[in-house]
Structure formats: C-alpha cells, structure tokens
C-alpha cells in the first residue's frame, strides 16, 4: 500500500515537472524560432515535433529491438491515434479554439495521412516489416525534410518582400545562448520527467494486476505526455500553429522514423489485430480531423469533443477484443 501511494505522489510530481518544462520549452522554442527566422509551423513539425516524440521512439525501439514486437509497433501507433484524437481533442475542448491554414493542411496534414496509408497499405501486403521497408519510410522523411526546407526558404523571401528589416527587429533576432539553454532545459525536463510517469505507470499497473495490454496502453500514454502538454501549453498561448504542427509532425516522425529506423536492423512480425484494426483505425481517425479542420479551417469544443469520443469508442472496442 505504501509503495503505490508512493508511486502515484511521484506521478502527479512528475505531472507538474512535465507541465512546467512544457511551458519553458515551447517559450524558448518560439524564441530560437524568431531569431533564427524559422517560421512556427516549421517548428512544430521538426524541432518540437522530434522533441516531443523521442519517449514513444525510445520506447518503440528499444521494445522491437529487444524482441517485444507488439509492444513497439503497438506503442507507436497507439501514440499517433491519441495525438490525434486525444491530445488535439483534449486542446480544443480546453482552450476553445483552434485555428490553422489551408497551407498547414495540404503539406502537414496531408503527408501525416500519407503516411498512415502507407503503413497500412505495407502491413496488407507484407504482413511484416523489413529492410525494404525500412527504407522507403526514411526515405519519405527525406524527401518531407526538403519539402519542409523549401517552404522555409519561401518563406523568408516573401518576409523580406513584405517587411523592411529596422535596427529595432534586428536587434530583437540577435543571436543569445540563454533560449537554447532553456529549450534544453525544457526538453530534459520533459524527457526525464516522462520517462518517470512511465516507470511509475507500469509499476502501478503491476501492483493493481492490470492486464497486459491496457498496461500497454497506459504506457502509450505515458510516452505521448510530452506532445500532450506541448500541444496544451501552446494552444492556451494561442501558438495554434506550434500546436497542429507538433501533432501531424509528430504522428509522420512516429511512422517514419519510430518504425523505419528499427525495420533497417530486423525483421519485424506484426499481429493481425494490429494490422486489421489499429491501422485503419489510425487512418481513419487521421482522415476524421482532416475533415473537422477543413470545415472551417479551425477546431472548436464540438470537433474537440468528436475526436475525443471517437478515441473513447476506439479504447472501448480494443480492450474487448483483446
């Protein structure tokens, strides 16, 4: 009894560690964003996206690595429908309102729904993931890499068109080290702070003998905790873009990277629940908020509600079939 009460206080203190490094990371990420002239949507889905999601790709590679398959690719995946439906769900209803552009859409949104397709498409036919495999995901992240690079590049031409560059904007893009440190400090806290509630919540799950696979899902959620709080905390600061961004960036890093990197060094053997089930439903849940946002570029308390009711509905029919 006293160590679970000792696991759930070291739980809400990672908690509030998580939310506060949340704060300071997307703070100073904006920051280094204005000095460097990166734009907040190019943020999102690199620096914060790939921040973010180095617990669920730890997790995922050290799982398949170590030859707990289901685990990994389950890890993976079930990250992506939470980010989704779960986390963005969660932002909107919280914070009220959500905006994006039709741009964001047609590169990010699109190409996370690519790479869902893909992956489920791959999974149909080969049943497995191999070399080849492998391959073609870090390839796809490449070539998004240079998509995402030229739109930059677009980007500052046409600030420079726009804009006249004064000595007081210059003076505010000078380069400093503290916003780095900071952004550091924030991703570590993150990090570290993650890989507690995650420690904490298998442990838990071991006290109160949850079964094996909603262990795996707390351990899902556990991972995602970054993304969780980023998207929140950026969302209340109205850094709507910050906050789409880190979720489709996230969800396209998890696939490509999460899953691509491992599949270079094994094969890897995936369940057909997976396969026939958690995949579709990842598409289908990608192609859900596609449509909510395209209604009016924009998610409210409704949407919010929506994609959080169809994750309740999704939880509720995997914990049954399992």
Avoid at 25 to 48: H, K, M, P, Q, R
Avoid at 248 to 262: T, W
């Amino acid at each position: 009894m006293l160590e679970l009460l000792a696991l759930m206080g070291l739980l809400l203190i990672c908690l509030v560690i998580v939310i506060k490094s949340a704060d300071i990371f997307v703070d100073n990420l904006v920051e280094i964003g204005l000095v460097l002239g990166i734009s907040e949507i190019i943020l999102g889905v690199t620096a914060s996206a790939i921040g973010t999601s180095l617990p669920e790709f730890g997790s995922a590679m050290i799982a398949i690595l170590g030859g707990n398959h289901d685990v990994g690719i389950g890890c993976a995946i079930g990250a992506n429908i939470w980010n989704m439906s779960g986390i963005i769900g969660i932002s909107a209803i919280f914070v009220g309102l959500i905006t994006t552009t039709a741009q964001e859409i047609r590169r990010d949104g699109v190409m996370a729904l690519i790479t869902a397709l893909t992956l489920m498409i791959s999974l149909f036919v080969m049943k497995s993931m191999s070399f080849v495999f492998g391959i073609i995901l870090i390839l796809m992240y490449v070539v998004y890499l240079w998509i995402l690079i030229k739109a930059q590049k677009t980007s500052e031409i046409d600030e420079v068109k726009c804009c006249e560059v004064t000595e007081e904007t210059s003076e505010k893009r000078s380069l400093k080290l503290k916003p780095f440190l900071l952004a550091f400090v924030g991703l570590f806290g993150l990090a570290l702070g993650c890989r507690i509630i995650v420690y904490s919540t298998i442990e838990i799950s071991e006290i109160l003998n949850i079964p094996g696979a909603l262990a795996g899902i707390l351990l899902a959620l556990g991972t995602t905790a970054p993304e969780f709080f980023t998207v929140l905390s950026s969302a209340k600061k109205g850094l709507n873009s910050l906050a789409i961004g880190t979720v489709f960036g996230s969800n396209i890093f998890n696939i490509l990277i999460g899953l691509g990197l491992p599949s270079l060094f094994v094969l890897i053997p995936v369940d057909p629940l997976t396969i026939y089930f958690d995949t579709p439903v990842m598409v289908s849940i990608t192609i859900l908020l596609l449509l909510l946002i395209k209604r009016g570029m924009k998610l409210t308390r409704v949407e919010g509600s929506i994609l959080v009711a169809s994750y309740i509905i999704y939880m509720t029919i995997r914990v049954l079939i399992m």
